[in-house]
């Protein structure tokens, strides 16, 4: 709760909200001057220096914080490892204005449905960023990392929701994310830019929000389950069955 709290006081008008976003702006503006100086670990910097509000409270209350923050940071991160790994400025420079548009208008919002959006984002960049800067590394590093940003994700979507089994939810899926890490990681296979387990979380998480929040609402229907639980079996065969797993292993 307290995390929660601390992450939603902003000004809403006025004009400590124009300071405010004018604040937010300079993050990413200053990440990509980073960049462009080769500066990549101040850049990282000021990601985290970003978060600071955090720690402004008594000890107790800094992992509730860092837990309510942890997909923001995730998906700066993310953005800055887009940015180095970009090779054009203007690839750059489009990273950066997305990064942007997350602290401005997707990251302040509260509803269910940008909630929602913003754990799927969260986890989305999360698992793309690892598995293409990290994909050399030893398959234990990309099994942790995955089921931080699983688990992170899933307390994140969960915050919307008078949910009592959320530590339990969030720490499975935290698990299996970094289960799919284990099995798929040393095979690990791209479809462009996105790994497969990075692909198959994907719509996997995607698929069991949408059954739990239909669920939620006395929405969803026995027809719809069925539908929604064959549409992601079918794409999970269709990704195992047609991949070319020979000579792929990292």
Request: with cysteine; aromatic share 16%; charged share 10%.
């Amino acid at each position: 709760m307290v995390g929660k709290i601390a992450k939603n006081i902003r000004p809403k008008k006025g004009f400590s909200n124009i300071v405010h976003i004018l604040i937010t702006v300079i993050v990413p503006v200053l990440v990509y001057a980073f960049v462009k100086w080769d500066f990549a670990e101040l850049a990282l910097g000021i990601i985290l220096l970003s978060k600071w509000r955090m720690f402004a409270v008594r000890p107790r209350h800094w992992w509730p914080n860092i837990r309510s923050n942890s997909v923001d940071i995730i998906v700066g991160i993310s953005a800055l490892s887009f940015v180095l790994l970009s090779t054009s400025d203007k690839m750059k420079l489009f990273w950066i204005v997305l990064y942007g548009v997350w602290l401005i208008f997707l990251k302040p919002r509260s509803t269910p449905i940008m909630v929602s959006a913003q754990a799927l984002i969260g986890q989305t960049a999360g698992l793309i960023a690892l598995y293409i800067g990290w994909g050399d590394k030893p398959i234990g590093v990309l099994m942790l990392c995955a089921a931080a940003i699983c688990y992170s994700s899933a307390r994140h979507y969960f915050s919307m929701f008078d949910e009592f089994h959320a530590p339990l939810f969030s720490h499975a899926w935290g698990y299996f994310g970094a289960a799919i890490t284990w099995v798929l990681g040393h095979w690990l296979l791209f479809y462009g830019v996105i790994a497969q387990p990075a692909l198959l979380l994907t719509v996997l998480g995607f698929g069991f929000a949408a059954l739990y929040y239909l669920q939620l609402n006395d929405r969803l229907s026995l027809l719809m389950r069925r539908q929604f639980i064959f549409i992601m079996i079918a794409i999970m065969v269709v990704m195992l069955a047609f991949s070319e797993w020979g000579g792929k292993t990292i």
